[in-house]
C-alpha cells in the first residue's frame, strides 16, 4: 500500500473535492466515521467545495446528507442527476437515457448475454423484472419485464430514466462489462459498481467525470484544481479528468492504473486522509498570499 502522493510543486491549490461514496467516502457498514466528517466541514471551512459524485439514486442520499455544506447539490446515478440535497433530493437537472434507445438497448443484451434481467431507474424510482434482485428498499417498485417498464403511451409522456441496470447470474462482472460494451457500446454509456455482474447503463456520453465538468465550468473551476476519488469502474472518467486524484486502497485495479494517486481503503479513512492535507495546503497558500 502506497501512502496519498504529494502534489506536485506547481500543482494549484484544490478549490473542489469529488468522491464516489460506496466503497470510498463510506466504510463497508454506511456510515460516515467522525473524522471523515471533521475532514469534510474543515474542507468547507477552507473553502473548498465537496461534490458528492455516486452511481446512487437521489433518494439513497440520506446516508450523507447531513454533511453537504454550501451548495448542497450532489451528483447522482453516475452523472444522469444533478440533486440539490438541501431541498430534500430535488431534482436541479436530468441527463436522461431516451426510452427508445433503452428498448434497443434491453434487445442487444438479451440476444449477446441470455439470461440478463434488467431494472429500470426512473426519477420516480425503480421498478424491475421478475428474475432480477429484488430492491428490498424500494417496496413500492412494479415488476415486470423491461419492454413494458419502458412502454410509454406517448413519447414524453413517462417519468425520465435515469439509468438502465443489467444483471447477470452467473458472467464475472468485468467479462459481462466486456460483453455490454461490445453489443452496444455505440448507443449509451456502460459501466459497473457492484462486485457481481451488475451493469449500469446511462445515456451516451453521460459518466460521473461529464456531468462534473459541467458543474466545475459554471462555477469557473478547472480540471486542475479538482481532486477526486473513487473504487471502482464507475469511478474512472472521472479520476482521469480530475487534475489530481486517487484510487482507494481497495480499490478495482483498472481504478488504480487511471488515478494519480493512491490512499489508504475506505474503512481506513482513505478520503479523510487526503483532505487532511488538502485542507493544510489551503490554509498555507492563504497565508503566504497574506
Known amino acids: 500500500m502506497t501512502s496519498p502522493r504529494s502534489p506536485r510543486p506547481s500543482a494549484p491549490v484544490a478549490r473542489l473535492i469529488a468522491t464516489d461514496l460506496?466503497?470510498?467516502?463510506?466504510?463497508?457498514?454506511?456510515?460516515?466515521?467522525?473524522?471523515?466528517?471533521?475532514?469534510?466541514?474543515?474542507a468547507e471551512r477552507a473553502g473548498i467545495e465537496v461534490f458528492f459524485v455516486t452511481g446512487r439514486p437521489a433518494r439513497w442520499m440520506d446516508v450523507v446528507s447531513d454533511h453537504v455544506h454550501g451548495h448542497g447539490l450532489a451528483i447522482c446515478a453516475n452523472g444522469a442527476a444533478v440533486v440539490d440535497l438541501h431541498a430534500g433530493g430535488t431534482f436541479l437537472e436530468v441527463r436522461p437515457l431516451e426510452r427508445p434507445v433503452a428498448l434497443d438497448v434491453v434487445?442487444?443484451?438479451?440476444?449477446?448475454?441470455?439470461?440478463?434481467?434488467?431494472?429500470?431507474?426512473?426519477?420516480?424510482?425503480?421498478?424491475?423484472?421478475?428474475?432480477?434482485?429484488?430492491?428490498?428498499?424500494?417496496?413500492?417498485?412494479?415488476v415486470a419485464t423491461a419492454e413494458k417498464l419502458l412502454f410509454e403511451e406517448a413519447p414524453g409522456s413517462a417519468a425520465p430514466v435515469l439509468k438502465l441496470l443489467a444483471q447477470h447470474p452467473e458472467l464475472d462482472p468485468d467479462v459481462f462489462l466486456a460483453i455490454t460494451r461490445e453489443a452496444a457500446g455505440d448507443r449509451a454509456a456502460f459501466t459497473r459498481s457492484s462486485p457481481t455482474a451488475l451493469v449500469e447503463i446511462s445515456a451516451l456520453g453521460v459518466?460521473?467525470?461529464?456531468?462534473?465538468?459541467?458543474?466545475?465550468?459554471?462555477?469557473?473551476?478547472?480540471?486542475?484544481?479538482?481532486?477526486?476519488?473513487?473504487?471502482?469502474?464507475?469511478?474512472?472518467?472521472?479520476?482521469?479528468?480530475?487534475?489530481?486524484?486517487?484510487?482507494?486502497?481497495?480499490?478495482?485495479?483498472?481504478?488504480?492504473?487511471?488515478?494519480?494517486?493512491r490512499t489508504v481503503g475506505n474503512n481506513e479513512d482513505g478520503v479523510a486522509v487526503v483532505i487532511?492535507?488538502?485542507?493544510?495546503?489551503?490554509?498555507?497558500?492563504k497565508e503566504t498570499a497574506g
Not at 109 to 132: C, D, K, N, W
Not at 276 to 285: D, G, I, M, R, T
Open 107 to 142: 434487445r442487444a443484451l438479451r440476444a449477446a448475454a441470455p439470461g440478463t434481467s434488467f431494472a429500470v431507474e426512473l426519477t420516480t424510482g425503480i421498478h424491475y423484472e421478475p428474475q432480477y434482485p429484488p430492491f428490498f428498499l424500494d417496496p413500492g417498485a412494479t
Open 207 to 261: 459518466s460521473k467525470a461529464s456531468t462534473l465538468a459541467l458543474c466545475c465550468a459554471e462555477r469557473g473551476i478547472a480540471a486542475e484544481e479538482v481532486v477526486a476519488f473513487g473504487d471502482m469502474p464507475n469511478d474512472i472518467e472521472m479520476l482521469s479528468w480530475a487534475g489530481r486524484s486517487y484510487a482507494m486502497g481497495n480499490a478495482h485495479p483498472d481504478v488504480i492504473a487511471a488515478a494519480s494517486g
Open 276 to 285: 487532511e492535507q488538502l485542507v493544510a495546503e489551503a490554509l498555507a497558500s
Open 22 to 42: 460506496d466503497g470510498t467516502l463510506l466504510r463497508d457498514d454506511k456510515s460516515v466515521s467522525e473524522r471523515t466528517v471533521a475532514a469534510l466541514a474543515a
